[in-house]
């Protein structure tokens, strides 16, 4: 029997409800529709991400469980921990967002990366707007590291991240979460559990706890610096 996707209206900014996505494969919603700021937003704010390939028409994402880290709850490995005691790894937030998704993109294979030009183009406009943020990692004056994503209230809905250098991505998590709970920040999304995740300490949560949070959490405010260029420190 073949499955009924639904197409996004091109004028319309309604998407159906996350409850609706296919369970396999796992929390695919719609298709169609466009990049625009505004449908982007109006997605990440219901739970809704866009994920597609080369040649793919946009499909839209809403998988359940959810993956996220509880903020107050991370915790670095001691062996992140001893390595930055002694590497000492710069990190800053919106430094250098385009080289960001750029390496995001760049440091995976042709088919193993959803981040096309489109895609790019796309997020390199809410992040002109404030809505999608970088946090970079440098070593001495190269930047090694990092990660970008959405910021919607008091959930940051993570995208993607890179690591040239040991550790790099695990910092620029652990020093971003660190900042973020500072600033009033509750929950970061991840989308979809994989190995790497996991042993990063993210936690699977049901699709109905996942929408509530993200419900309250979007109208709660953050710290209005939170998002401000700024060298990060723990």
């Given at each position: 029997m073949a499955l009924y996707l639904p197409e996004l209206s091109p004028t319309?900014?309604?998407f159906p409800h996350p409850t609706q996505a296919l369970t396999e494969p796992n929390g695919l919603l719609a298709f169609g529709g466009d990049l625009s700021p505004e449908r982007l937003i109006a997605a990440y704010r219901q739970g809704i991400f866009p994920w597609f390939s080369l040649g793919e028409p946009i499909l839209w994402w809403s998988p359940a469980p959810r993956t996220v880290f509880i903020c107050e709850q991370y915790a670095p490995s001691r062996s992140t921990r001893r390595f930055q005691n002694k590497h000492n790894y710069r990190v800053t937030i919106n430094y250098a967002f385009d080289q960001v998704i750029d390496l995001c993109a760049d440091t995976r294979g042709i088919e193993e990366t959803w981040i096309s030009a489109e895609?790019?183009?796309a997020y390199k406009q809410l992040h002109q707007l404030g809505h999608a943020h970088s946090v970079e990692v440098w070593k001495d004056e190269q930047l090694?590291?990092?990660m970008y994503?959405?910021?919607?209230?008091q959930l940051f809905?993570?995208?993607s991240m890179f690591s040239l250098a040991d550790n790099a991505s695990k910092i620029a998590l652990w020093y971003f979460n660190q900042h973020f709970v500072r600033c009033g920040g509750q929950l970061l999304d991840c989308q979809v559990m994989n190995p790497h995740l996991a042993?990063?300490?993210?936690v699977k949560i049901d699709q109905a706890a996942f929408l509530d949070a993200i419900a309250q959490l979007q109208a709660m405010p953050l710290a209005d610096h939170c998002f401000k260029k700024?060298?990060?420190s723990l």
């Open positions: 319309s900014l309604q895609m790019k183009t090694v590291g990092g994503g959405i910021g919607i209230g809905c993570g995208e042993s990063l300490g993210a700024q060298v990060l």
